[in-house]
């Protein structure tokens, strides 16, 4: 209660220009709602990669269940000493899958050079990303295609209910309209 805002502390203005700095990256899991709060404090990063955009486009099989950071966590083996869902934690598992998906994204495009994987990386990060199943409700750990052969009302529905209460689920909204053959 007797600290000063963020805006007002020592700190603000050293990183607003680190963020703002056109030879930055912001890396984040889940960055769109990073960004979101980031902006609030009138930050405007100049480039982010979102990891969990980065990691559901690798995963092309849809080998994994769920891309949530600590559910990578486990399912990838990442050895780190951190406690789950603590901030220091989290950030130490971001570091560890920051570095599998840079490498993920160099083995895929030829050994491409790093500074070509962040670009690449950047790229999709700026798109909405393709989810391929359930991991919640009615229809949870079905593919989004099986459900669309028995009840395509269902994600009609979904759809619609996303556009109107949740517009800013962008990965959500583009997926449903993607399998619907909504989009434009």
């Known amino acids: 209660a007797d600290k000063p805002s963020f805006k007002e502390s020592p700190d603000y203005t050293r990183i607003k220009s680190m963020l703002e700095d056109a030879n930055s990256i912001m890396v984040a899991h889940n960055a769109k709602?990073?960004?979101?709060?980031?902006?609030?404090?009138?930050?405007?990063?100049?480039?982010?990669?979102?990891t969990l955009r980065v990691a559901r486009y690798l995963d092309k099989e849809h080998k994994i269940p769920q891309h949530k950071l600590q559910y990578l966590r486990y399912y990838l083996d990442i050895e780190i000493e951190a406690q789950a869902h603590d901030a220091l934690g989290d950030v130490l598992v971001l570091e560890k899958l920051f570095e599998r998906l840079v490498a993920g994204i160099k083995k895929e495009n030829n050994n491409c050079t790093e500074e070509e994987a962040l670009a690449i990386m950047i790229d999709i990060s700026s798109k909405?990303?393709?989810?391929?199943?359930f991991s919640f409700g009615k229809y949870?750990?079905?593919t989004i295609k099986e459900v669309l052969a028995i009840d395509r009302g269902y994600l009609e529905w979904f759809l619609n209910s996303k556009e109107k209460d949740n517009p800013e689920d962008e990965d959500w909204i583009y997926t449903l309209k993607y399998y619907l053959g909504k989009l434009q």
């Open 33 to 50: 709602f990073d960004l979101s709060m980031i902006e609030k404090e009138d930050i405007i990063p100049s480039n982010h990669i979102c």
């Open 128 to 133: 909405p990303s393709l989810m391929h199943s």
């Open 140 to 142: 949870k750990d079905k």
